[in-house]
């Protein structure tokens, strides 16, 4: 790509997750977005003022050289120092002068994108660290989406719905053992924990074709799996009891059968949706009950990139092309995960379905470093998770915009967790019969 197209690329990518903080802030009151919705989330306004305070810092300080817009509130908005539950109570910027300062130095962002070379020193080379702040605010941005969901009152987000089913899917698809690529050493904003590309040796094993859905779910609902401690880990079932889980959050049981809440609407629950606001614990017990597990990270990703005719990794299920609408349920097009069959042209070249979009997919690897890693530009945004009882997270959700989402990319949270868009597909060791 020339230098102008960079460029341009750079711009495209800051000014569409400017245009979504914009849309997910002014979207509600002034109370609103300085209340806290969830102790597991920050005030609305906290994420906004922090995704300038980074854009600051990096593009502005660091690669621009330039003076501080406002270094008296570095410290007010590094998250390290301030927990989520802790938030609310600092002198937060208020949002008018939140929307003045993130803009003042998206002005200087611009202008230093001008200026700079795009080549050399490996921060800037292929624009990487313009990209890098793309995807943490776009990253925010999805963060925000879920406070949006966590929120009570009047609902006040709107997109038209996903498409139906195109496709029938079902079943399992087996991927036969032997070695791919995982990871990347070529993609030119892929993040550290993505890095490096190295070959892994992957068994056979059985994925599912397409996410679990709400009906599925509901049958390991209606059996009793959760109160039946033998679907759970030691772990998952004293979790279950202390948060008394019953359901997946969200979910209520009315009269007429089991509703939905999504971002202030209620309806009943749609079968062919992917289950989403399932916890890690939750989405074992399932797995577990079904006489399946859930796939390693590895397993994931071959499902995900590996292409049995070359032999090479894809950049994305379909293909190295970018997603479009054809292939993917992305970018808070919609506000739901799309039904099962929704998007064939997305399918891998094994046939497995909706593995980008829709839903986070938890995967039964901890999150950790590859053979190699090295910790770019900063040991904060990966190293300092590492073995600490994060699961990895694969494939994106309707929230998570493309330009944070590729077949390489890697996200993580505590298996507690049920207020991200994730929920999960299964898979399993076949059968000696099975592989020959």
Known sequence: ?????????????????????????????????????????????????????????????????????????????????NPRRDRPALPLLPPDETRTYTSEVRDKVLDVL??????????????????MIAQHEQQHDET????????????????????GARAVVAGEVLVPGGPFTMGTSTEPWALDNERPAHAVDVAAFCIDAAPVTNGQYLRFVDEGGYDDPRWWSAEGWKHRRAADLAAPMHWRREPDGWWYVRFGHAEPIDPDEPVVHVCWHEAAAYAAWAGKRLPTEAEWEKAARHDPATGRSRRFPWGDTDPDARHANLGQRHLAPAPVGAYPDGASALGVHQLVGDVWEWTDTDFSGYPGFAAFPYREYSEVFFDRGYKVL??????????????????????????IFAGFRCARTPADAEVA
Request: hydrophobic share 35%; glycine share 8%.
């Open 114 to 131: 001008d200026r700079c070379r795009l080549d050399g020193n490996r921060l800037v080379a292929d624009g990487f660290a313009f990209g």
């Open 1 to 81: 790509m020339n230098t102008t197209d960079l460029r341009t690329r750079i711009a495209t990518a800051l000014d569409a997750a400017r245009r979504r903080t914009r849309e997910l802030t002014d979207a509600v009151s002034e109370t609103d977005l300085t209340a806290q919705h969830s102790p597991l989330m920050s005030p609305l306004v906290w994420d906004y003022a922090h995704i300038g305070n980074q854009e600051e810092l990096w593009l502005v300080r660091d690669v621009g050289g330039r003076e501080p817009v406002r270094a008296d509130i570095d410290g007010m908005y590094d998250a390290f120092q």
């Open 394 to 419: 694969r494939g994106g959700s309707f929230g998570t915009d493309p330009v944070a989402c590729r077949g390489t990319f890697r996200n993580w949270d505590l298996p507690i967790r049920r207020q």
């Open 144 to 163: 925000m989406l879920a406070t949006h969901q966590l929120r009570e009152g009047e609902p006040v987000l709107t997109a038209p719905p996903p498409p």
